[in-house]
């Protein structure tokens, strides 16, 4: 079945520094992927997404590719605030199955920003 | 415009007991769904209705949870008779139909004690 890999946290960077958390994943077909967010006290929210091979999808300074031949969906970011540290979640979802989206999410990360 | 809210926020109850979460969508979204997160580990799908009705349950870890999507706008989900693992973070979501990527709620945190 399909399945999503990322990477292990917690991670603690400071604040100015590069972000990069890895994802991959397994699936039939060419998945829809995702990146939600859960800050402190709150629900999951869609960070961005992408729908096709080489999309790349951004929001917040935020950015991830779709790589089909790597099946790699990383999370990046240049410069990283206090304010980004949450649990970051790679998801993805069958595009074919459609009206359901079903998300098959991987097991977040903790990303900690030290000022 | 309200987002998906859950109630309650919290439940730390005995194993043995029941307990019933419940999930409101946005307004006007026929897609629902239910997640849950045990202990750090992923988030997993347990459900997900469309309007009344259950399109997929195969998320569903055993006969002791029940959902119900009575008139297709609140959900409840109720776990009866609790289990110590059934303790984790359960997640609510709702989409409309021809929308995409659902909105999730704040969660529920179980503790079966």
């Known amino acids: 079945g399909d399945s999503v890999t990322q990477m292990e946290g917690p991670v603690t960077l400071s604040e100015e520094a590069f972000l990069t958390i890895n994802c991959t994943y397994t699936a039939t077909g060419y998945p829809s992927l995702f990146w939600y967010v859960q800050y402190p006290g709150e629900g999951l929210q869609l960070l961005l997404k992408a729908t096709k091979a080489d999309d790349k999808g951004s929001n917040k300074g935020f950015e991830a590719t779709y790589r089909k031949e790597t099946t790699s969906f990383h999370l990046e970011k240049g410069s990283v605030q206090v304010s980004d540290s949450a649990v970051y979640f790679c998801?993805?979802?069958?595009?074919?199955?459609?009206?359901?989206?079903?998300?098959?999410f991987g097991t977040g990360t903790r990303l900690t920003i030290i000022p | 415009e309200a987002g998906v809210t859950q109630f309650p926020s919290h439940s730390v109850i005995e194993k043995g007991q029941t307990v019933t979460l419940r999930c409101d969508p946005i307004?006007?979204?026929?897609?629902l769904y239910w997640y849950r997160r045990v202990m750090g580990k992923e988030i997993k799908f347990l459900l997900h209705?469309?309007?009344?009705?259950?399109?997929?349950e195969s998320g569903m870890p055993n006969n002791r949870f029940l959902a119900e999507r009575t008139g297709g706008t609140y959900s409840t989900l109720k776990v009866q008779p609790a289990e110590l693992e059934d303790s984790g973070v359960y997640f609510c979501?709702?989409?409309?139909?021809?929308?995409?990527?659902?909105?999730f709620g704040p969660g529920t945190r179980l503790t079966v004690l």
């Open positions: 209705f469309v309007k009344e009705s259950k399109q997929d």
């Open positions: 307004s006007g979204h026929d897609n």
């Open positions: 979501a709702s989409s409309q139909i021809t929308s995409g990527s659902p909105f």
């Open positions: 998801a993805l979802s069958d595009p074919n199955n459609f009206g359901n989206e079903k998300l098959t």
